[in-house]
């Protein structure tokens, strides 16, 4: 079982940049792929990005590519989603989630666990 609690989200102007993190308890956690996703209000949840088990690849939506980050450390059971560049489009309640299978994937139902989600604003 692994519980996940998203943390920094906030107000952010247009062109700024903010870091989510998402903190994991137990001890299985480095097998899991991890992802985040966000879903805007009055539109369905959308996948951002991803991450192995090793974190040696990532994958990202289009619509974030070279903008975000997504990193992780298994030591301290956190994965980070640095944004950069932000858009008025990227307003959203985020979420991260992570996947027993421990391999890339885009397809929330592949994810196993969910976080609560942390809201992110950007003005523009």
């Known amino acids: 079982q692994v519980q996940l609690v998203e943390s920094g989200g906030g107000l952010v102007q247009a062109g700024g940049s903010l870091r989510l993190s998402c903190a994991a308890s137990?001890?299985?956690?480095?097998?899991?792929?991890m992802g985040w996703f966000r879903q805007a209000p009055g539109k369905e949840r959308e996948f951002v990005a991803g991450?192995?088990?090793?974190?040696?690849?990532?994958w990202y939506a289009d619509s974030v590519k070279g903008r975000f980050t997504i990193s992780r450390e298994n030591p301290k059971n956190t994965v980070s989603l640095q944004m950069s560049s932000l858009k008025s489009e990227d307003t959203a309640v985020y979420y991260c989630a992570a996947a027993k299978a421990g391999l890339p994937t885009s397809v929330g139902e592949d994810y196993d666990y969910w976080g609560q989600g942390t809201r992110v604003t950007v003005s523009s």
């Open positions: 137990g001890r299985t956690f480095s097998r899991y792929a």
């Open positions: 991450i192995t088990w090793s974190g040696g690849m990532t």
